[in-house]
């Protein structure tokens, strides 16, 4: 199981009360210990960063249980890591403040459990607040809690598949709903409140005489949390037969889909790795569910993505900050493997190599703020780099890159918390760097078609001729989604583009599709000599892709289609220096002829604020150059979602607090691309080129013809 929220609902808090009674934490410290925030950075900032796993043994019934249980990160710049961990577990608490209620990211987390098939359970904390600070009545308090209840169903009828729309619905009938005080360690649903006669008005009562310290002793969180999991959530065997449909393309009906759709213990071993842990002494910990199969320290296994054969060192389970060491380990389980250098996060690993590996993990934010770093004293270089790939490693979300020509080494990430992160853990190994500001990351497309335009090659013995025009949203987004993807079936991939109206030729032709959702295609009729530079062609067309004309950013939504080619009949004479060069220029030609655009990140902005200040907070995302999308009273507070570019976000802070006095609540998560204004454009172009060492002036099309 999994704990998943909107920041600072009280997860980790909620985690201590479960380790506690599990017997790895010391009652006295629940609740404030934050045991499973055991980085100094967290500890610090009082907020969970990385997701951190730990099981625990809960007796229910005379029955003895082992739970997997893994607590994730709350704020929107981590929410990668919730991704990746959603893929190892098959329930999930969802943790909600009954003072904020369902916030924009509790939205967020709930929808990607549902994505991967993953039962969601509700806990309402820090209902010691009502009473305490918003003095609200019992009567008043199971309104708030039947309307979070409420909210959250609807959630489900919005993001779960149909079988499951109605089946997991939560109530407090079905015990799939519980409340209380993760910080005062208590927490009841229907069936303890039954139990042990226990009412609405006790609650408020232990507050109003000051005997909350005893809520705990009378109903222990742990129990309502552990128990609500062991009713609700599937254990692995069944929960896998849902899920291994969902998260994995192969045959199902195959010896390895039977295996793990019945999580056999004695099938071929096949893992997902979710999370990767740089220990300084240990070297690579790769962590995640294991479907099928058992593995034992010493065996060898296949990494699919990274092709090369591995042998485990050590098998071990995490407690927390800490490995337990076991030996073997066998399937529906969360192992912490050692020896596994070349693994990743969302790679899988098996005892057979021609399997197809996991669907990707689909991320629902992209990186849309990067800065440049540098070491102070230049003999650091090295270590720079080194700590610069093992951070990229733990957080595939953080992208690191070298400019080889301004010699910049970058680090973009999904907000200005997450390159804070970075940059403290970087610090923290005592290396002294030099940071830039946070700079927002562009990108490049096209509004028109143009072409076909015709490249020559630096030796005018061959010729290319090819046009572009913009990929539709719905494509684009279908290659975002993983539902189009370079390493599809290609017969597959024709018949869906023919049914979003692709004529059977360029259905037919696809050659290439990138992360950047580009779609390169050959339709060209009897030419000779095509297949033979295929790869030199991707490799030009992708060269161009990833740092485009306008501002050297990477280019985002093109269809790029090859019409026609004349080759050279010397192989000699159409080699890479050739094909290349001519392909990357021809398509820069096309590109600049068809209307190009920037494209700038926009976030989504939820807010709460009381309604007298709801003027404050509008203009507030006006002024930004933002909109309003919608305006909504809920109980006390207002609800204003609207939209901001991300360029207008790295004050948002202080303009906030100044205009509502402090008293905005909001929330900030990535939303989509949009052309920069016309008005802004060259601006921003400039600047992006000034800061790059380019000359100011973007190059034209003619500059790219071969004469």
């Given at each position: 199981?999994g704990?998943?929220?909107?920041?600072?609902?009280?997860?980790?808090?909620?985690?201590d009360s479960?380790?506690a009674?599990?017997?790895?934490?010391?009652?006295?410290?629940?609740?404030?210990?934050?045991a499973?925030?055991?980085?100094?950075?967290?500890?610090?900032?009082?907020?969970?960063?990385k997701?951190?796993?730990?099981?625990?043994?809960?007796?229910?019934?005379?029955?003895?249980?082992?739970?997997?249980?893994?607590d994730?990160?709350?704020?929107?710049?981590?929410?990668?890591?919730?991704?990746?961990?959603?893929?190892?577990?098959?329930?999930?608490?969802?943790?909600?403040?009954?003072?904020?209620?369902?916030?924009?990211?509790?939205?967020?987390?709930?929808?990607?459990?549902?994505?991967?098939?993953?039962?969601?359970?509700?806990?309402?904390?820090?209902?010691?607040?009502?009473?305490?600070?918003?003095?609200?009545?019992?009567?008043?308090?199971?309104e708030?809690?039947?309307?979070?209840?409420?909210e959250?169903?609807?959630?489900?009828?919005?993001?779960a598949?149909?079988?499951?729309?109605?089946?997991?619905?939560?109530?407090?009938?079905?015990?799939?709903?519980?409340?209380?005080?993760?910080?005062?360690?208590?927490?009841?649903?229907?069936?303890i409140?039954?139990?042990?006669?226990?009412?609405?008005?006790?609650?408020?009562?232990?507050?109003?005489?000051?005997?909350?310290?005893?809520?705990?002793?009378?109903?222990?969180?742990?129990?309502?949390?552990l128990?609500?999991?062991?009713?609700?959530?599937?254990?692995?065997?069944?929960?896998?037969?849902?899920?291994?449909?969902k998260?994995?393309?192969?045959?199902?009906?195959?010896?390895?889909?039977?295996?793990?759709?019945?999580?056999?213990?004695?099938?071929?071993?096949?893992?997902?790795?979710t999370?990767?842990?740089?220990?300084?002494?240990?070297?690579?910990?790769a962590?995640?569910?294991?479907?099928s199969?058992?593995?034992?320290e010493?065996?060898?296994?296949?990494?699919?993505?990274?092709?090369?054969?591995?042998?485990?060192?050590?098998?071990?389970?995490?407690?927390?900050?800490y490995?337990?060491?076991?030996?073997?380990?066998?399937?529906?389980?969360?192992?912490?493997l050692?020896?596994?250098?070349?693994?990743?996060?969302?790679e899988?690993?098996?005892?057979?190599?021609?399997?197809?590996?996991?669907?990707?993990?689909?991320?629902?934010?992209?990186?849309?703020?990067?800065?440049?770093?540098?070491?102070?004293h230049?003999?650091?270089?090295?270590?720079?780099?080194?700590?610069?790939?093992?951070?990229?490693l733990?957080?595939?979300?953080?992208?690191?890159?070298?400019?080889?020509?301004?010699?910049?080494?970058?680090?973009?990430?999904?907000?200005?918390?997450?390159?804070?992160?970075?940059?403290?853990?970087?610090?923290?190994?005592?290396?002294?760097?030099?940071?830039?500001?946070?700079?927002?990351?562009?990108?490049?497309?096209?509004?028109?078609?143009?072409?076909?335009?015709?490249?020559?090659?630096?030796?005018?013995?061959?010729?290319?001729?090819?046009?572009?025009?913009?990929?539709?949203?719905?494509?684009?987004?279908?290659?975002?989604?993983?539902?189009?993807?370079?390493y599809?079936?290609?017969?597959?991939?024709?018949?869906?583009?023919?049914?979003?109206?692709?004529p059977?030729d360029?259905?037919?032709?696809?050659?290439?599709?990138d992360?950047?959702?580009n779609?390169?295609?050959?339709?060209?009729?009897?030419?000779?000599?095509?297949?033979?530079?295929?790869?030199?062609?991707?490799?030009?067309?992708?060269?161009?892709?990833?740092e485009?004309?306008?501002?050297?950013?990477?280019?985002?939504?093109?269809?790029?289609k090859?019409?026609d080619?004349?080759?050279?009949?010397?192989?000699?004479?159409?080699?890479?220096?050739?094909?290349?060069?001519?392909?990357?220029?021809?398509?820069?030609?096309?590109f600049?002829?068809?209307?190009?655009?920037?494209?700038?990140?926009?976030?989504?902005?939820?807010v709460k604020?009381?309604?007298?200040?709801?003027?404050?907070?509008?203009?507030?995302?006006?002024?930004?150059?933002?909109?309003?999308?919608?305006?909504?009273?809920?109980?006390?507070?207002?609800?204003?979602?609207?939209?901001?570019?991300t360029?207008?976000?790295?004050?948002?802070?202080?303009v906030?607090?100044?205009a509502?006095?402090?008293?905005?609540?909001?929330?900030?998560?990535?939303?989509?691309?949009?052309?920069?204004?016309?008005?802004?454009?060259?601006?921003?172009?400039?600047?992006?080129?000034?800061?790059?060492?380019?000359?100011?002036?973007?190059?034209?099309?003619?500059?790219f013809m071969?004469?």
């Open positions: 199981m704990i998943i929220a909107h920041v600072d609902h009280g997860k980790t808090t909620m985690s479960l380790l009674a599990a017997g790895l934490l010391s009652p006295s410290m629940a609740g404030t210990a934050l499973l925030d055991y980085m100094e950075e967290e500890q610090k900032r009082q907020m969970t960063i997701a951190a796993n730990v099981s625990l043994l809960h007796e229910r019934n005379g029955t003895l249980y082992v739970i997997n249980l893994i994730t990160p709350g704020h929107v710049d981590f929410s990668g890591r919730v991704t990746r961990s959603l893929r190892a577990i098959d329930g999930a608490v969802v943790v909600v403040d009954s003072v904020e209620e369902i916030m924009v990211q509790t939205e967020t987390v709930t929808r990607q459990a549902l994505e991967e098939r993953v039962r969601p359970v509700l806990y309402i904390n820090k209902i010691d607040r009502l009473i305490k600070e918003l003095r609200l009545t019992a009567d008043q308090i199971q708030r809690i039947g309307r979070i209840i409420t959250f169903n609807r959630l489900i009828e919005l993001y598949e149909p079988e499951y729309r109605e089946k997991w619905k939560v109530s407090f009938a079905t015990n799939t709903v519980a409340m209380g005080s993760a910080k005062d360690r208590w927490g009841f649903n229907a069936e409140a039954k139990e042990k006669n226990f009412k609405f008005s006790d609650v408020v009562d232990a507050y109003t005489k000051e005997t909350a310290s005893e809520l705990g002793q009378q109903a222990p969180l742990h129990e309502a949390i128990n609500m999991a062991v009713e609700s959530m599937p254990p692995p065997h069944i929960a896998q037969k849902y899920r291994i449909p998260v994995w393309k192969g045959d199902i009906n195959s010896e390895v889909g039977q295996a793990m759709m019945n999580c056999d213990d004695n099938g071929p071993v096949v893992m997902a790795i999370n990767i842990v740089v220990d300084p002494q240990a070297g690579v910990v962590s995640g569910r294991l479907f199969g058992t593995i034992k010493g065996s060898t296994f296949h990494l699919l993505g990274a092709r090369v054969d591995q042998r485990v060192q050590q098998v071990c389970i995490f407690m927390g900050p490995r337990e060491i076991i030996g073997t380990i066998s399937a529906g389980n969360i192992p912490a050692l020896g596994l250098e070349g693994a990743k996060a969302g899988t690993l098996s005892t057979i190599k021609d399997i197809a590996p996991f669907e990707a993990v689909h991320y629902v934010t992209e990186p849309v703020v990067t800065m440049a770093v540098e070491p102070k230049s003999r650091d270089l090295p270590k720079l780099i080194d700590l610069l790939r093992k951070l990229s733990e957080d595939p979300n953080l992208v690191t890159k070298i400019n080889e020509e301004t010699g910049e080494y970058l680090i973009a990430g999904m907000g200005t918390l997450h390159l804070e992160i970075a940059n403290t853990l970087i610090t923290k190994t005592g290396l002294e760097i030099v940071t830039s500001k946070p700079i927002v990351i562009y990108r490049e497309s096209i509004r028109a078609s143009a072409g076909p335009v015709e490249g020559k090659s630096p030796n005018k013995h061959n010729k290319v001729y090819i046009e572009v025009e913009p990929l539709p949203e719905k494509l684009v987004s279908m290659i975002k989604e993983g539902k189009i993807g370079e599809q079936d290609r017969h597959e991939m024709a018949k869906i583009l023919r049914e979003e109206g692709w059977p360029e259905a037919r032709g696809v050659w290439s599709v992360e950047g959702s779609m390169l295609v050959e339709v060209t009729k009897g030419a000779q000599y095509v297949q033979e530079v295929k790869e030199m062609i991707i490799a030009g067309y992708r060269w161009g892709l990833k485009g004309p306008l501002a050297y950013e990477q280019i985002r939504g093109i269809k790029m090859i019409t080619v004349s080759l050279h009949e010397d192989p000699v004479h159409r080699g890479p220096a050739q094909i290349m060069p001519m392909s990357r220029r021809a398509f820069f030609v096309a600049l002829n068809a209307d190009p655009i920037l494209l700038e990140p926009v976030q989504k902005i939820t604020i009381p309604p007298e200040l709801l003027g404050a907070a509008t203009s507030v995302i006006s002024q930004k150059r933002g909109k309003i999308l919608s305006v909504d009273q809920r109980g006390h507070l207002v609800y204003v979602v609207g939209e901001l570019p360029a207008e976000t790295f004050d948002l802070s202080e906030m607090r100044g509502s006095q402090g008293r905005a609540f909001w929330g900030l998560e990535f939303s989509r691309w949009a052309p920069v204004p016309q008005s802004l454009i060259m601006q921003v172009i400039a600047d992006i080129r000034k800061r790059k060492g380019l000359p100011p002036e973007p190059q034209k099309a003619e500059d071969e004469m």
